[in-house]
């Protein structure tokens, strides 16, 4: 590993994976990941970590702490800043042979700059955004885009990947994957406001918005998002959220921010950017990202 003295982890056991960050996604990878590893956890808020201990993870009060002995340090945190915070915070119990495994969404440039970080503490570094929210990350499901500027690294957390995870795509650099991601939120994105829109139209115009979710369903262009998100707006279950609405204008920010760099104006995106905005300034930030289905009934009475 350039700039890095690297030693290969001892062998002995099973690995020890240290968490940082145990909200949605990285509580749920923690407990399909806890039975084939040593399990260490930290979060900012010990209580959210707490019931970790149920499946035998050391609950620990600082990320250096969570990292003291860990073969893969895996962070679930909410943006690149904090990311970067905390993995400082960590560095006195980094080792030497320790592979950091980064499932944040950030920008590309974001990716890189967190691999120079990965090299200034002397650790390998893996670039992994995952594609899924809390049900595929509860079951195990998700699709992971991943990306590592040592080869040796792949290999080493493969394990973990394969159990939380039922894909792994391997792109060639860092930043790859965090592009390809937030390419693919853009499609997810549009999807949740084409849907908030076409029943809002439909409400309006006075037909049940339930057969617009039924004749698709019949049609070439069904998904199960358009399934499971659909019904959702209408019946207004929304505040358990799969994919919180602040998480989702973060990743609008960060989608049209990053196409601006690029000389691109995504004119889509940049109306859901908006939308997302106002919605979490109107208190939804906490609600599922299909709240944006109220502020097209709001703007539309």
Same mark, same amino acid.
């Given at each position: 590993?350039?700039? #890095?003295?690297?030693? /290969?982890?001892?062998?002995?056991?099973?690995?020890?994976?240290? @968490?940082?960050?145990?909200?949605?996604?990285?509580?749920?990878?923690? =407990?399909?990941?806890?039975?084939?590893?040593?399990?260490?956890?930290?979060?900012?808020?010990?209580?959210?970590?707490?019931?970790?201990?149920? &499946?035998?993870?050391? &609950?620990?009060?600082?990320?250096?702490?969570?990292? $003291?002995?860990?073969?893969?340090?895996?962070?679930?945190?909410?943006?690149?800043? &904090?990311?970067?915070?905390?993995?400082?915070?960590?560095?006195?119990?980094?080792?030497?042979?320790? *592979?950091?495994?980064?499932?944040?969404?950030?920008?590309? !440039?974001?990716?890189?700059?967190?691999?120079? $970080?990965?090299?200034?503490?002397? @650790?390998?570094?893996?670039?992994?955004?995952?594609?899924? #929210?809390?049900?595929?990350?509860?079951?195990?499901?998700? #699709?992971?885009?991943?990306?590592? /500027? $040592? $080869?040796?690294?792949?290999?080493?957390?493969?394990? *973990?990947?394969?159990?939380?995870?039922?894909?792994?795509?391997?792109?060639?650099?860092?930043?790859?994957?965090?592009?390809?991601?937030?390419?693919?939120?853009?499609?997810?994105?549009?999807?949740?406001?084409?849907?908030?829109?076409?029943?809002?139209?439909?409400?309006?115009?006075?037909?049940? /918005?339930?057969?617009?979710?039924?004749?698709?369903?019949?049609?070439?262009?069904?998904?199960?998002?358009?399934?499971?998100?659909?019904?959702?707006?209408?019946?207004?279950?929304? !505040?358990? /959220?799969?994919?919180?609405?602040?998480?989702?204008?973060?990743?609008?920010?960060?989608?049209?921010?990053?196409?601006?760099?690029?000389?691109?104006?995504?004119?889509?995106?940049?109306? @859901?950017?908006?939308?997302?905005?106002?919605?979490? !300034?109107?208190?939804?930030? =906490?609600?599922?990202?299909?709240? #944006?289905?109220?502020?097209?009934?709001?703007?539309?009475?």
């Amino acid at each position: 590993m350039s700039g #890095t003295n690297r030693t /290969p982890p001892s062998g002995q056991g099973r690995p020890v994976v240290a @968490v940082l960050g145990t909200g949605t996604m990285g509580e749920a990878m923690a =407990r399909i990941a806890a039975a084939g590893v040593g399990l260490r956890a930290w979060n900012r808020n010990r209580a959210t970590a707490e019931p970790l201990a149920d &499946v035998g993870a050391a &609950v620990c009060d600082t990320p250096a702490e969570a990292c $003291q002995g860990a073969d893969i340090v895996l962070t679930a945190l909410a943006n690149e800043k &904090v990311v970067a915070d905390v993995m400082d915070q960590a560095r006195d119990g980094l080792g030497g042979h320790t *592979v950091w495994v980064q499932t944040c969404t950030v920008s590309p !440039d974001g990716s890189r700059r967190l691999a120079e $970080q990965a090299t200034r503490l002397n @650790v390998a570094y893996v670039e992994a955004p995952l594609l899924g #929210t809390k049900e595929p990350a509860v079951a195990g499901t998700l #699709t992971i885009l991943a990306a590592s /500027p $040592q $080869q040796e690294a792949r290999e080493e957390v493969r394990p *973990v990947l394969e159990a939380v995870g039922t894909r792994t795509v391997w792109l060639d650099e860092v930043g790859q994957p965090s592009s390809l991601k937030l390419a693919y939120n853009a499609w997810v994105l549009t999807t949740v406001e084409g849907i908030a829109e076409s029943l809002t139209l439909a409400g309006t115009l006075g037909v049940d /918005p339930r057969l617009v979710i039924e004749v698709i369903d019949d049609s070439g262009l069904n998904s199960p998002y358009v399934q499971s998100k659909g019904p959702k707006m209408i019946d207004d279950d929304l !505040d358990a /959220p799969s994919f919180p609405l602040e998480a989702a204008a973060k990743d609008a920010g960060l989608i049209t921010d990053t196409a601006r760099a690029a000389g691109l104006h995504l004119g889509i995106a940049e109306v @859901v950017r908006e939308r997302l905005r106002l919605a979490a !300034d109107d208190g939804l930030g =906490r609600a599922d990202v299909a709240a #944006t289905y109220r502020m097209s009934r709001k703007a539309a009475s």
